[in-house]
């Protein structure tokens, strides 16, 4: 029972997890001590050392082999004046401690961007630094700017785009964005034209670029 194995931390938002096998073999469940010291997505060398009372094999991680660079999203809060941050992606399990001196212009309630600066351990909680305030939670498209940061879609866009937005109408500067963000195969914007009887987006009606907004929203909105 003290096989040993490399593999993908996945967290769960009841406090477990489970490492995703390198070679494919089954997931091995992590107990929730287990995942004090581990953030989901970490890279892991583990062994298996019990089976759990449900007949599943249960682990034990020997060393964190990479920790992706990864930002976290969540709520800045502030609890009995202590300043965390509540991650968006309930599989990170715990809540990051931010020194009030870390907290840049962010304001309680609102969702930022959080690095991290320590990692967790089995007696503390990570510790972190804001690097972007994206707004209130309730501000129109905030589940796109979550969704761009979570997967690690690019949301800076080229002088090019920007400079050929500036003379579009909102609707096509929008669609344009999007079409940036989502890296849309072009074969497939042809064929939208080609479908709508027109060669570009400025041609189309308000209606048919709405449609296409839609459909690329739909490609980044969270899926879980």
């Not at 967790?120 to 209130?136: A, D, F, K, M």
Request: glycine residues 8%.
């Amino acid at each position: 029972m003290l096989e040993e194995f490399e593999g993908t931390v996945l967290g769960h938002r009841d406090g477990h997890g489970f490492v995703q096998r390198d070679d494919g073999s089954a997931d091995i469940y992590l107990p929730p001590n287990e995942m004090r010291a581990v953030l989901h997505r970490d890279r892991v060398r583990a062994k298996v050392v019990r089976t759990d009372n449900r007949g599943r094999p249960e682990g034990k991680v020997l060393e964190i082999i990479e920790r992706p660079k990864q930002p976290i999203i969540g709520r800045l809060l502030q609890e009995s004046g202590v300043w965390l941050v509540a991650p968006e992606d309930k599989r990170y399990g715990q809540d990051i401690i931010i020194p009030k001196t870390a907290t840049g212009p962010a304001k309680p309630g609102q969702v930022v961007v959080v690095d991290l600066t320590e990692p967790p351990s089995l007696y503390g909680q990570p510790v972190g630094r804001i690097t972007e305030v994206l707004g209130e939670v309730d501000d129109p498209g905030m589940e796109i700017e979550i969704a761009v940061r979570k997967y690690g879609v690019p949301h800076e866009f080229s002088q090019a785009c920007l400079t050929q937005a500036k003379a579009l109408p909102d609707q096509v500067k929008e669609v344009t964005a999007l079409l940036e963000i989502v890296k849309h195969d072009p074969a497939e914007v042809q064929k939208w034209f080609a479908k709508a009887g027109v060669e570009n987006f400025s041609e189309m009606s308000g209606e048919q670029i709405a449609k296409c907004i839609d459909f690329l929203k739909k490609k980044l909105a969270p899926t879980s």
